[in-house]
């Protein structure tokens, strides 16, 4: 049997080391495990560790899969202790220490990368004996992900567990549980998202996050080739709906037999709440409609976002605008996004205040950001949604020609919302970026888009994520990057390069800032100057632009309300 054997030992013991794995499931585990690699007995340990006779024999049986395993102790204090282990096939020791500072990421990091491997052997194997049909990373996901699915526990056991959580300790330890059954049944691959190239990057606006999207593998030609050939299928009808809990996947839609939902019910309505699988911030979070409907911006929205903040206040959530162009990339059902993380954008100041005639108690303000972005603050969040409905009803129907904001063009509506809501102390908060969709023949892509120049980093819409400070750069600028680089310290005519070409403008724009750039400073002013692009893809997004003309123009906005 190979490595089999002994591989299903391994991911027992990760289940169990986990908590994924109780102790009293342990042969049931094994036993899915085999059935699904087609086999009728787990393999000996004698076998495994090259020995043999009755002493090998022994070392077998019912609680011998973690025998040769080191477990994680726990330290009196209940933190995480450090375990070491002898050869594998000798007999293994655990001793103890205490955590070290950042030592839990390196934790995190030491059982990703085990897990990693375990999956990859697995899946050799499977294609080896014809259990997959293809060798690439679709159909390894497809079936790795099946792998996993026989460690995890029912979604009612997680929901019964999420919610005992809730109501005997608080909402953050519950979401802590969560978070981590997330990330320890891979159904967000850590060892992928570890791949991802982040960076901050100081800008007038306070510091962005940037970030290029590495953990999306790349899919091969042949499943390219099946997909396109493959039945289409309205099941389930998109990546958000509650049908793909469990769902076993196909060659065009990624499998989630390893993934949980937690029902929660907001402004009266049932919703499900779940992690993003790709992880762009900390504890990056989905809350989606249980039914398959449009995004909406409405007061509903705004209630339904307070609502969630009220039973979760350690999160902000927020939702993409309803419009195209504005909005994210699945504005067929109804989604809002959140997490434990604090953007630029919440950070940056208020410049300027202003009190709304009937809302003497709701501050109000315009936010130092380069997008058009009005922020209001108080204790009562039904007088924040109110003042927050008048403001969606007067910008949905707002015209301003001089400042070139139409709300209407061929009877298509153009001018929505962004919102995002927080706890700030003991007040809510709600800050309302300002969107319109129009496009015209010089900007066939958006007026408040990112620009023909700029595409050479960013053509994407920019949806909640980007809004709030946090670039997701596609996965090619990896590759361009580390050329122009080298194009850069050789002196090389950019203009020549095929791929380098469209980057060429930017590099003659940047490099007279610097008095030399060489192997020492060239990564880190790379890394700055793809800031400062982000930023104006930012200032382009943003309605009134950060000029004289511009905030003046925003303030007639204000005066309308």
Same mark, same amino acid.
């Given at each position: ?18 908590? =994924? ?9 094994? #036993? ?207 990546? =958000? ?47 989606? #409609? ?202 090389? #005519? ?68």
């Amino acid at each position: 049997m190979e490595r089999i054997g002994a591989d299903i030992r391994k991911l027992v013991s990760y289940g169990l080391r986990t908590g =994924l794995v109780p102790e009293e499931d342990e042969i049931f585990t094994v #036993n899915r495990l085999l059935e699904l690699f087609g086999l009728e007995e787990p393999e000996e340990e004698g076998a495994a560790n090259g020995t043999e006779g009755a002493e090998g024999k022994a070392a077998a049986g019912a609680g011998s899969i973690i025998s040769q395993e080191c477990k994680y102790a726990e330290s009196p204090e209940g933190q995480d202790s450090k375990c070491t282990a002898e050869s594998e096939g000798q007999d293994s020791k655990c001793t103890a220490e205490p955590e070290d500072q950042g030592s839990a990421v390196d934790a995190d990091a030491v059982l990703a990368a085990e897990l990693e491997g375990i999956l990859s052997r697995m899946c050799d194997y499977a294609y080896g004996h014809g259990l997959i049909a293809e060798n690439g990373v679709v159909y390894r996901d497809l079936f790795d992900t099946k792998i996993m699915s026989m460690l995890m526990p029912r979604p009612s056991e997680v929901i019964r567990k999420f919610r005992e959580l809730c109501e005997t300790e608080s909402p953050r330890v519950a979401t802590d549980y969560y978070y981590k059954l997330s990330r320890d049944s891979d159904y967000i691959r850590r060892y992928r998202i570890a791949r991802d190239m982040k960076w901050i990057a100081p800008t007038k606006y306070g510091d962005l996050d940037i970030t290029i999207n590495l953990s999306k593998p790349e899919k091969d030609p042949k499943a390219i080739a099946a997909a396109k050939n493959a039945k289409q299928s309205g099941y389930p009808k998109c990546l =958000l709906c509650r049908e793909n809990e469990g769902y076993a996947g196909r060659i065009n839609h990624p499998a989630r037999q390893n993934h949980r939902i937690i029902p929660v019910t907001i402004n009266g309505s049932q919703w499900g709440f779940q992690y993003s699988p790709y992880v762009y911030y900390n504890e990056h979070c989905i809350v989606f #409609n249980f039914q398959h409907v449009p995004m909406k911006i409405d007061h509903a929205a705004f209630c339904k976002l307070f609502d969630f903040v009220k039973q979760f206040p350690h999160y902000f959530v927020g939702s993409n605008a309803d419009l195209p162009i504005v909005g994210g990339s699945i504005l067929s059902h109804d989604h809002f996004q959140g997490g434990h993380y604090e953007f630029a954008m919440a950070k940056a100041p208020v410049e300027r205040s202003f009190t709304i005639d009937g809302f003497e108690d709701i501050t109000a303000g315009v936010v130092k950001w380069p997008m058009s972005v009005i922020r209001l603050n108080g204790p009562d969040s039904d007088r924040i949604i109110a003042l927050a409905d008048r403001i969606l009803e007067k910008w949905r129907e707002y015209t301003d020609e001089d400042a070139f904001v139409y709300a209407y063009a061929d009877n298509e509506p153009h001018n929505t919302i962004t919102p995002i809501a927080r706890k700030r102390g003991d007040n809510f908060e709600l800050d309302l970026v300002l969107r319109n969709n129009i496009t015209t023949e010089e900007h066939p892509l958006g007026v408040y888009h990112p620009h023909a120049k700029l595409h050479h980093i960013k053509k994407e819409n920019i949806g909640l994520i980007e809004v709030m400070g946090l670039a997701v750069l596609p996965a090619r600028l990896k590759e361009e990057m580390a050329q122009l680089k080298a194009a850069i310290l050789s002196g090389a #005519n950019l203009r020549e390069d095929e791929l380098l070409a469209k980057h060429a403008d930017w590099v003659e724009e940047f490099a007279p800032k610097y008095e030399k750039i060489d192997a020492f400073n060239i990564d880190g002013i790379i890394e700055k100057e793809i800031g400062l692009v982000f930023m104006e893809v930012l200032e382009d997004a943003g309605v009134y632009k950060r000029t004289l003309e511009g905030q003046a123009a925003f303030d007639r906005f204000i005066e309308s309300i």
